[in-house]
Nanobody
Framework: VQLQASGGGLVQAGGSLRLSCAPS????????VGWFRQAPGKEREFVAG????????SYEDSVKGRFTISKDNNKNMVYLQMNSLKPEDTAVYYC???????????????????WGQGTLVTVSS
Protein backbone atom coordinates (compact mmCIF):
# COMPACT_ATOMS: atom_id res chain seq x y z
CA VAL A 1 0.00 0.00 0.00
CA GLN A 2 1.24 3.49 -0.83
CA LEU A 3 1.17 5.95 2.02
CA GLN A 4 0.97 9.72 2.06
CA ALA A 5 2.19 11.53 5.16
CA SER A 6 1.53 15.20 5.69
CA GLY A 7 1.25 17.89 8.33
CA GLY A 8 4.83 18.67 9.22
CA GLY A 9 6.16 22.17 9.62
CA LEU A 10 8.01 24.62 11.81
CA VAL A 11 6.69 25.23 15.30
CA GLN A 12 8.01 26.79 18.47
CA ALA A 13 8.73 24.69 21.52
CA GLY A 14 5.53 24.02 23.40
CA GLY A 15 3.47 24.16 20.24
CA SER A 16 1.42 21.51 18.47
CA LEU A 17 1.20 19.83 15.11
CA ARG A 18 -1.00 17.10 13.70
CA LEU A 19 0.41 14.65 11.20
CA SER A 20 -1.79 12.66 8.87
CA CYS A 21 -1.24 9.37 7.10
CA ALA A 22 -3.44 8.17 4.28
CA PRO A 23 -3.28 5.03 2.16
CA SER A 24 -3.59 5.45 -1.57
CA UNK A 25 -6.42 3.44 -3.06
CA UNK A 26 -6.55 1.09 -0.12
CA UNK A 27 -8.05 0.70 3.30
CA UNK A 28 -6.19 0.46 6.57
CA UNK A 29 -8.48 -2.33 7.71
CA UNK A 30 -6.37 -5.17 9.07
CA UNK A 31 -3.19 -3.10 9.18
CA UNK A 32 -0.91 -1.88 11.90
CA VAL A 33 0.09 1.72 11.26
CA GLY A 34 3.16 3.15 12.88
CA TRP A 35 4.79 6.53 13.10
CA PHE A 36 8.57 6.63 13.12
CA ARG A 37 11.01 9.52 13.09
CA GLN A 38 14.59 10.06 12.07
CA ALA A 39 16.68 12.96 13.22
CA PRO A 40 19.90 13.95 11.41
CA GLY A 41 22.68 11.52 12.22
CA LYS A 42 20.40 9.23 14.18
CA GLU A 43 18.66 5.96 13.49
CA ARG A 44 14.99 5.79 12.68
CA GLU A 45 13.00 5.28 15.86
CA PHE A 46 9.49 4.25 16.75
CA VAL A 47 7.14 6.98 17.94
CA ALA A 48 3.67 5.47 18.09
CA GLY A 49 1.59 2.72 16.55
CA UNK A 50 -2.01 1.68 16.25
CA UNK A 51 -3.68 -1.57 15.30
CA UNK A 52 -6.52 -0.50 13.03
CA UNK A 53 -9.05 -3.19 13.85
CA UNK A 54 -8.71 -3.11 17.64
CA UNK A 55 -7.52 0.45 18.15
CA UNK A 56 -4.69 -0.81 20.33
CA UNK A 57 -1.98 1.80 20.63
CA SER A 58 1.62 1.93 21.73
CA TYR A 59 3.98 4.84 22.36
CA GLU A 60 7.65 5.44 22.77
CA ASP A 61 8.32 6.54 26.33
CA SER A 62 9.54 10.05 25.50
CA VAL A 63 6.27 10.97 23.76
CA LYS A 64 3.80 9.44 26.20
CA GLY A 65 1.40 12.06 27.46
CA ARG A 66 2.34 14.47 24.67
CA PHE A 67 1.55 12.60 21.46
CA THR A 68 -1.66 10.79 20.57
CA ILE A 69 -2.13 8.40 17.68
CA SER A 70 -5.66 7.97 16.44
CA LYS A 71 -7.67 6.76 13.49
CA ASP A 72 -10.71 7.94 11.60
CA ASN A 73 -12.65 5.01 10.26
CA ASN A 74 -14.77 7.13 7.95
CA LYS A 75 -11.85 9.01 6.42
CA ASN A 76 -9.51 6.01 6.47
CA MET A 77 -6.80 8.13 8.03
CA VAL A 78 -4.34 7.82 10.89
CA TYR A 79 -3.27 10.90 12.80
CA LEU A 80 -0.46 11.76 15.15
CA GLN A 81 -1.38 14.69 17.36
CA MET A 82 1.78 16.15 18.81
CA ASN A 83 1.48 18.56 21.74
CA SER A 84 4.07 20.19 23.98
CA LEU A 85 6.66 19.79 21.27
CA LYS A 86 10.32 19.98 22.21
CA PRO A 87 13.38 20.76 20.09
CA GLU A 88 14.42 17.12 20.44
CA ASP A 89 11.26 16.12 18.57
CA THR A 90 12.76 17.66 15.44
CA ALA A 91 12.99 14.95 12.79
CA VAL A 92 11.52 13.63 9.58
CA TYR A 93 8.41 11.71 10.55
CA TYR A 94 7.34 8.67 8.56
CA CYS A 95 4.19 6.64 8.64
CA UNK A 96 4.41 2.95 7.93
CA UNK A 97 1.88 0.17 7.58
CA UNK A 98 1.82 -3.58 7.36
CA UNK A 99 -0.73 -6.35 7.79
CA UNK A 100 1.67 -8.80 9.35
CA UNK A 101 2.98 -6.79 12.28
CA UNK A 102 2.51 -8.59 15.55
CA UNK A 103 2.27 -6.73 18.83
CA UNK A 104 5.82 -7.52 19.85
CA UNK A 105 7.16 -6.15 16.55
CA UNK A 106 5.18 -2.92 16.39
CA UNK A 107 8.23 -0.88 17.43
CA UNK A 108 10.53 -2.50 14.87
CA UNK A 109 10.78 -0.52 11.62
CA UNK A 110 11.85 -3.66 9.79
CA UNK A 111 8.43 -5.18 10.45
CA UNK A 112 6.78 -2.72 8.06
CA UNK A 113 6.76 -3.07 4.27
CA UNK A 114 4.98 0.14 3.30
CA TRP A 115 6.36 3.59 4.06
CA GLY A 116 5.27 7.12 3.35
CA GLN A 117 7.63 9.75 2.01
CA GLY A 118 8.23 11.50 5.34
CA THR A 119 7.25 14.90 6.59
CA LEU A 120 9.66 17.26 8.33
CA VAL A 121 8.88 18.52 11.81
CA THR A 122 11.11 21.30 13.10
CA VAL A 123 10.72 22.55 16.66
CA SER A 124 12.54 25.76 17.48
CA SER A 125 13.66 26.63 20.98
Amino acid sequence: VQLQASGGGLVQAGGSLRLSCAPSGHTFRGYVVGWFRQAPGKEREFVAGIRWNSGLTSYEDSVKGRFTISKDNNKNMVYLQMNSLKPEDTAVYYCAADRGVILSSMRNCQAYDSWGQGTLVTVSS
